[in-house]
């Protein structure tokens, strides 16, 4: 019953530390600082309705 316990709960580290890495590095990868500096925000004057 340990065993299967240990496994479990290794199983959702696991699982947490692969989900923690994969957020990090997608995040440092779409660094969203340049889809402003790409496509700015138009400013208010500039906004046609």
Known sequence: MAYMWTVTVG???GLGLT???FVHF???ALNSEDSVRIDPLPKEDQISE
Request: glycine share 22%.
């Open 11 to 13: 199983f959702i580290v």
């Open 26 to 28: 997608l995040k440092g």
């Open 19 to 21: 989900g923690w890495a």
